[in-house]
C-alpha cells in the first residue's frame, strides 16, 4: 500500500499528458470507430501509443539532462527559425484540438442541462482564462486536477466493461492489422491523432523541469511518461471495445453525447447520459485548459519571449488559442456537424508532427546535447517507424484533398 501510494506521490507529467490528450475528440473518435467498425482498428491504437512512448521518453530524457527549454537548444544549435516553425506548428496542433474542445464542453452540457451547446464555450473559456491569469502554482492545480479525471474515466468504463461482456475473440482479433482501412481513414487517421500527439510529447521536457526533476529521477520519470501514454491507450480501447459491444450490434450513428452515453446504460441505465455528459465535460475542459498552456508555452518559447506561465507573453498566446478555440467551435456548433468537426480536428492536428518529430530527433541524436542520454539503435529504429507511419498518413490525406479540389 506505501509503495502504491509513493508511486502515485511521483507521477504527475504523465498524467497531464494523458488529460490533454483525453480530450472528447478522442473520446468521440474511439466511440464512432467502435459503433462503425467494431473491434477492428485496436491495432491502430496499439501502434500509436508505441510511437508516443518513444517521443515521450525522448523529451523526457532531456528535460532531466537539462535546464534550458529544448526549444532553446533547438534555436542555438539548429537555428532560430527552424525552433520558430516548430513552435508555430505546436501552436497549431493545440489550436485544432482546441475548437474540440470547446465543442465537447458544449456537447456535454446541453446533454446534461438542455441548454444549447453553443453557449458553454462562452462560459468556459473564461473561466479558464481566470485561471490561468489568476491561479497561484498553476502546475500543481493542474497536475491533482488531471490525476482525478483520468482515473474516474477509466474506472467507469472497466466497470461497465464487466457488464457488456464483449466477445473477447473479436475484440483480440482486432489487435491484429486487417483489410478495411481505406473505408475508415478519416476515422482511423484521427484515432491516431488521439494517441501519437507531439506537441504533448515535446512538452514533456518541460513538465519534467517544472517538477523539478534532474536524471536522477530517470527511472521513475520515464515509468511516469510510460504511464501517461498506457492511460490514454487503454482508456481508448475501452471506449472503442464498449462502442463495438454495445452501440453496433444496435446500428447507432453518432450524433451527440448522448448517443455515445448509450455505452454506459447497461451499467447506469437512465442515468447514463448525466454520468456520461460529466466525464465528457470533465475531459473536455481539463484538455481545454492544459492543452492552451502547452500550445502557448512552446510558441512563446519558440519566439524567445518566456516558458513559464509565471510569465506575461505564455499567458497571452494560451488566451489567444482558448479564443481562437471558442471562435471556431461557436461557428461549427451552428454551421455544421459537431461530432464530424471533432474527429477532423484529431486527423488535422498531425499536419505538425513531422516537424516536431524531426526536432525531438536531432536533439536526442546530438551527443554534444545529450552525452550519455543519446538515442540507442533500438530507439531511433521505434521513432523512425512512428515518423513513417505519420507521413504515411499525411501523403494519403494531401492526395485525397488534392483530388477533392481538382474535381470541383
Known amino acids: ?20 490528450v483525453l480530450g472528447p475528440g478522442s473520446i468521440t473518435t474511439s466511440s464512432k470507430i467502435g459503433a462503425t467498425s467494431g473491434y477492428a482498428f485496436l491495432w491502430v491504437i496499439v501502434i500509436g501509443a508505441i510511437s508516443m512512448a518513444v517521443y515521450a521518453n525522448m523529451s523526457t530524457r532531456f528535460g532531466l539532462s537539462h535546464t534550458r527549454s529544448i526549444l532553446r537548444v533547438i534555436a542555438e544549435e ?16 493545440a489550436l485544432s484540438f482546441q475548437f474540440g474542445n470547446n465543442l465537447g464542453v458544449g456537447m456535454g452540457m446541453e446533454t446534461l442541462t438542455g441548454i444549447d451547446a453553443k453557449v458553454w464555450p462562452l462560459v468556459f473559456t473564461p473561466g ?53 482501412f481505406m473505408a475508415s481513414f478519416d476515422e482511423v487517421t484521427a484515432l491516431v491523432g488521439t494517441t501519437f500527439v507531439l506537441h504533448c510529447a515535446l512538452y514533456q521536457a518541460y513538465l519534467v523541469q517544472n517538477k523539478g526533476c534532474t536524471i536522477i529521477d ?44 448509450i455505452q454506459l446504460e447497461i451499467l447506469l441505465g ?54 481562437a478555440g471558442m471562435l471556431v467551435a461557436l461557428y461549427v456548433s451552428g454551421n455544421g456537424n459537431p461530432v464530424y468537426a471533432l474527429i477532423m480536428a484529431q486527423a488535422s492536428s498531425m499536419l505538425a508532427v513531422p516537424l516536431i518529430a524531426i526536432g525531438l530527433l536531432l536533439v536526442v541524436n546530438n551527443k554534444k546535447i545529450m552525452a550519455g542520454e543519446i538515442n540507442t539503435i533500438r530507439q531511433n529504429i521505434l521513432a523512425f517507424i512512428g515518423l513513417a507511419l505519420i507521413c504515411a498518413l499525411l501523403y494519403i490525406m494531401y492526395s485525397r484533398l488534392i483530388g477533392y479540389l481538382s474535381s470541383l
Do not use: Q
Open 270 to 323: 437512465s442515468y447514463a447520459k448525466y454520468v456520461f455528459a460529466l466525464g465528457f465535460i470533465a475531459a473536455a475542459f481539463s484538455s481545454l485548459l492544459v492543452n492552451s498552456v502547452i500550445g502557448g508555452g512552446l510558441l512563446a518559447d519558440a519566439l524567445g519571449m518566456g516558458r513559464s506561465m509565471e510569465e506575461k507573453t505564455p499567458k497571452l498566446f494560451t488566451t489567444a488559442i482558448l479564443l
Open 78 to 93: 539548429y537555428g532560430k527559425g527552424f525552433s520558430a516553425v516548430i513552435g508555430i506548428a505546436s501552436f497549431l496542433a
Open 218 to 261: 530517470k527511472e521513475r520519470s520515464i515509468n511516469d511518461s510510460n504511464l501517461g501514454v498506457f492511460m490514454l491507450a487503454f482508456i481508448s480501447l475501452l471506449v472503442i471495445i464498449t462502442a463495438a459491444a454495445t452501440l453496433k450490434p444496435l446500428g447507432i450513428t453518432i450524433n451527440s453525447a448522448a448517443d455515445m452515453a
Open 128 to 180: 479558464a482564462i481566470v485561471l490561468i491569469f489568476f491561479a497561484k502554482n498553476l502546475y500543481k492545480t493542474l497536475e491533482k486536477l488531471m490525476m482525478v479525471m483520468v482515473m474516474l474515466m477509466i474506472m467507469a468504463f472497466m466497470v461497465n466493461l464487466l457488464f457488456i461482456k464483449p466477445d473477447i475473440t473479436a475484440a483480440m482479433a482486432g489487435f491484429v492489422p486487417g483489410s478495411g
Open 1 to 20: 500500500m506505501l509503495k502504491l501510494r509513493n508511486i502515485f506521490k511521483s507521477v504527475g507529467p504523465g498524467f497531464i499528458m494523458a488529460a490533454v
